[in-house]
């Protein structure tokens, strides 16, 4: 019955998606899109399609809870520039009508000095953006799995807060004789309760997002690809001050460049691999066209877009620890703690 009431609600709530837009810079909490698995940032993308022992990809898609996550925990801390702080938590319990797990992400940007418009110091002042909340999954069958999430968000910017909600559901195929599992999600629907004194109400950054992953039989290598953005075709920067130039030497205009149908399909999908040495050590690789194309730098790209990760299993805990580079003037660095606290109970004799 809890199975069936789960999957009405997933049903009443994706309908949201219609009826809600996406303009980057104009949305409310839009740190919800922010990176926070450090074996995501390593893959270059959210992970939403492996559904093994990393209790970690379950926060972005709470349809891979699955019994190898009951008692695990999870600490994720990226190490940013200037002192900003982000972090996730996680814990997973089982129930008689599933899997829960609790999930705190938060971004904490430090201490400023407040100035008044003459630049006379005023007060100091803090900065944080959070999310609270639920994620819960449960298979139906042996190849399906459904699960989903609500969350209370928070954001407290000086002396300006604003308060939402919004909810994460999702499902997932494994097959059953094959190493391919499949899923689909749809993040961020939900609603901006409070908004900041003297601001108009926001639409949250709703996303669909469709992955897939597949280990190959005969070779240690698992190759991963995520379809982001899918609600939305052109997601592709455009400046809208820019003019047609006329070319010095024949007078033709040049129209403004614009992205065509190859870039806007190219920047909707991201790539993976991961080398996995054996049971206690893997690699990870990945690439993501869209971040390359907003963030390199035009004269010197370099691995603007790409990441790599690396993952070791100590006998407790596992470390992973991954870096996802922004452009040549700096990368993003990510470390991930986990562990089962059953595993920490002393065996008795």
Known sequence: MFKTIFTLTLLCFSHTLFSQTYNFGLNSFSFLNSMYSARSAGLGSNLIS??????????????????????????????????????MLCYAFKTKVGIFSPVIRFQNYGGFDG???LGNPTNKFSAIDYSLGMNYGTAIGKTIQIGGGIYLLGSHLEVYSSLGIHATMGATFTHPKQPFSASFIIKNIGYQLFTYEGSSRSPLPVEVQSGMSYKLKHAPFRISLLGHHLNHWKILYENPNLQP????????????????FGKHLASHFSYSIELLASDKLEFRTGFDYFRREQMKLIDRPGLSGFSFGLGVQLKKIKFDYGI????????????????????????RF
């Open 50 to 87: 492996i559904s093994d022992k990393d209790i970690g990809l379950t926060v972005e898609n709470p349809s891979l809870l699955n019994e190898d996550h009951v008692r695990g925990f999870q600490l994720n801390q990226a190490l940013l520039p200037s002192g900003v702080q982000v972090g």
């Open 115 to 117: 100035t008044d418009e």
């Open 245 to 260: 130039t006329i070319d010095a030497l024949s007078g033709d205009t040049i129209p403004v460049p614009r992205p065509g």
């Open 324 to 347: 996802m580079i922004v452009s040549v003037a700096g990368a993003n660095h990510y470390l991930g703690i986990s562990t089962n606290i059953d595993s920490w109970k002393k065996k």
